[in-house]
């Protein structure tokens, strides 16, 4: 091979930190020094008691050691790697190999087993191997810890007292197969929370399903849920698993629970108590091992009352409930979820917008957030995606916000201290107008147009109230 072709092709190797442990003077040094040009950084001991004191102060990705040691059997090494250094590949060499030998190293923990001499290709290959592998186990730790991040519980953010019991009963229940009913209004997080449950549980390696039941009319809805076989209906061309058995294993969550109707409850209560079903047109029982996670945003126990919903499976499913409070109930958690989507928000559209100033962030706070979580989220994106300047001030926030802000600002003054109403409105009034020509770039021409006034009045207005655009525009 051309010397530039073999740069190249070591180039494209993978290099580690090794340690090579073998009691022969020369067979050491010479593993060593091929390992060195191939650009391993390589360590070398001549004992188990030397290996192991060099293992306990440093991390080593591949630890090549040889079966007879003058103090100690390789052996003892590798339990003790498997043990308490786990993210180290062991390869054993020995002079003696036999094939028992071999199988007993691989059941310990041992990544591979040579016999020497020793081929500096093979050797090479098999630590190219090791490396590799190592490589597939540090990518697989940073996807779980992307999920854990993206639906785990680090995802839901909140230092409330009611988030923090919320926290406590999601932890309880994670690892048991009980069924949970989420309950909320729309937009306070009840997937996320579903899916956060799924996550630290010991079903996390197996399907999360999430089926909208109000998504979809009643004949689809049960063809979605439990499948279905050829022939079953008008377009069954073949047949279809469901989500039911798609999830086995693992969890399957049914948003907007209150919409099912009466045949489907009934379905839905058999298998709750069963874990069986029939596909729709077919004889053919399904078992399934799996974990149901419903959730609504509707009065379950009105709608047994008035008949709606089957009293049956209402008690069936509402074995665990964990209410997801609204957002206005937790208002000491806005500044923390705001600085969480600040971030996520800033990365995805490559922007560096520092901060809400104290004013936007008291005004989010004084809002009743209709939409809850999913409304604030919205907000904070639009703000980060049209603001021109690093801080986010109230004349970046979406004009219900404001308008809300100013009602209630009229509704204090007038309850606080006896003041006319007309009073009472100047103070919310001159914000109004200052938000406008802050959003206007203080044109008077702009700004008149968007209040839906002329030019005339708002120039009277803006004396009237102290208005200085000379001095608002140095502030």
Known sequence: MPLEEKRDSMKKQNQGSLLVVDDDVHILAAMADFLRERGHQTETAATCGE????????????????????????????????????????????????????????????????????????????????????????????????????????????????????????????????????????????????????????????????VACGALPENLLESELFGHVAGAFTGAVGDKAGKFLQADGGTIFLDEIATASQSLQVKLLRVLQDREFEAVGGTKTHNVDLRLILATNGNLEEMVRNGEFREDLYYRINVISVTQPPLRDRISDIPLLVEHLLAKFNDQNGKQVECFDEESLRML???????????????????????????????????????????????????????????????????????????????????????????????????????????????
């Open 51 to 210: 290996a192991l004191d060099m293992m306990q102060k440093t991390s080593f990705d591949v630890v090549v050691c040889d079966v007879n040691l003058p103090d100690q059997d390789g052996f003892q090494l590798l339990e003790w790697a498997t043990e308490n250094a786990t993210d180290t590949s062991v390869i054993m060499l020995t002079g003696y190999g036999t094939i028992e030998s071999a199988v007993e190293a691989i059941r310990i923990g041992a990544f591979d087993y040579l016999t020497k001499p020793v081929i500096d290709e093979e050797l090479n290959l098999s630590i190219q191997r090791a490396l590799g592998q190592r490589e597939i186990v540090e990518e697989n730790k940073n996807l779980k810890k992307q999920l854990d991040v993206r639906f785990g519980m680090g995802n839901i953010i909140g230092q409330d007292y009611k988030m923090l019991k919320m926290f406590d009963l999601i932890e309880s229940v994670a690892d048991t197969r009980t069924t949970v009913l989420v309950l909320g209004e729309s937009g306070t997080g009840k997937t996320m929370t579903a899916r956060a449950i799924h996550q630290i549980s010991e079903r996390r390696d197996k399907p999360f399903v999430e």
């Open 365 to 475: 706070q004084r809002y009743s957030w209709p939409g809850n979580v999913r409304e604030l989220v919205n907000v904070v994106e639009r703000a980060v995606v049209l603001s021109k300047q690093p801080t986010i001030t109230s004349a970046d926030l979406p004009d219900a916000i404001r308008q809300e802000q100013s009602t209630a600002m009229i509704l204090e003054a007038v309850a606080g201290d006896g003041r006319s109403l007309k009073s009472a409105m100047a103070v919310p009034e001159r914000q109004i107008i200052i938000d406008a020509l802050d959003a206007h770039g203080w044109n008077r021409q702009e700004t008149a147009r968007a209040l839906g006034i002329n030019r005339t009045t708002l120039y009277k207005k803006m004396k009237r109230f102290g208005i200085d655009s000379q001095k608002q525009l140095a502030h």
